[in-house]
């Protein structure tokens, strides 16, 4: 069964990427695969700071219809709670890692979601934090990523 996972903002920043094909087609893979399994989770951070980092990159304010098209679609599998206890956990973290405060929150909301998995770039690849686990899917080796997420791999190799 697929384990729960928690999907940071560069994860869904990737999904329209026209830069970096790999890093588009392996994030557009897992966000459908773990879609079809209703597999992940985002925190109203996380809908945010994609909305808002998306239509700051250069000439992509002319597609913001296309970025909130995403966050309303995205807005269903937003049950990952941003709370007083997400808030409480973060500084209970914060106790124990160097994280930054934003980062800290991802952390506390995917950990109070119950996620297995927190998929980011942002953070140090295989870190535990109790039961929840930092993977960097650009960085795990694509099998082993798909083996840990229980997802299928693609049909077809991701372009480099």
Same mark, same amino acid.
């Given at each position: 069964?697929?384990?729960?996972? $928690?999907?940071?903002?560069?994860?869904?920043?990737?999904?329209?990427?026209?830069?970096? #094909?790999?890093? =588009?087609?392996? !994030?557009?893979?897992?966000? @459908?695969?773990?879609?079809?399994?209703?597999?992940?989770?985002? !925190?109203?951070?996380?809908?945010?700071?994609?909305?808002?980092?998306?239509?700051?990159? &250069?000439?992509?304010?002319?597609?913001?219809? +296309?970025?909130?098209?995403?966050?309303?679609?995205?807005?269903?599998?937003?049950? #990952? &709670?941003?709370?007083?206890?997400?808030?409480?956990?973060?500084?209970?973290?914060?106790?124990?890692?160097?994280?930054?405060?934003?980062?800290?929150?991802?952390?506390?909301?995917? !950990? =109070?979601?119950?996620?297995?998995?927190?998929?980011?770039?942002?953070?140090?690849?295989?870190?535990?934090?109790?039961?929840?686990?930092? +993977?960097?899917?650009? $960085?795990?080796?694509? !099998?082993? @990523?798909?083996?840990?997420?229980?997802? &299928?791999? &693609?049909?077809?190799? @991701?372009?480099?």
């Amino acid at each position: 069964m697929t384990a729960l996972c $928690f999907l940071d903002t560069n994860i869904l920043l990737y999904l329209n990427d026209d830069v970096d #094909a790999r890093k =588009r087609e392996l !994030s557009q893979h897992i966000v @459908l695969a773990l879609a079809e399994t209703r597999g992940f989770v985002v !925190s109203p951070q996380v809908l945010n700071e994609y909305y808002n980092v998306a239509i700051g990159k &250069p000439g992509q304010y002319e597609r913001r219809h +296309v970025y909130r098209e995403n966050v309303r679609r995205f807005s269903a599998a937003c049950t #990952a &709670p941003f709370d007083e206890a997400v808030r409480e956990t973060a500084w209970d973290f914060q106790e124990i890692t160097n994280y930054h405060w934003w980062d800290l929150l991802i952390i506390a909301s995917a !950990s =109070r979601a119950g996620c297995r998995y927190l998929l980011t770039e942002d953070m140090h690849h295989g870190h535990e934090l109790g039961d929840l686990t930092v +993977v960097n899917p650009f $960085f795990a080796e694509p !099998s082993e @990523l798909f083996e840990k997420l229980d997802i &299928p791999a &693609p049909l077809f190799p @991701l372009e480099d």
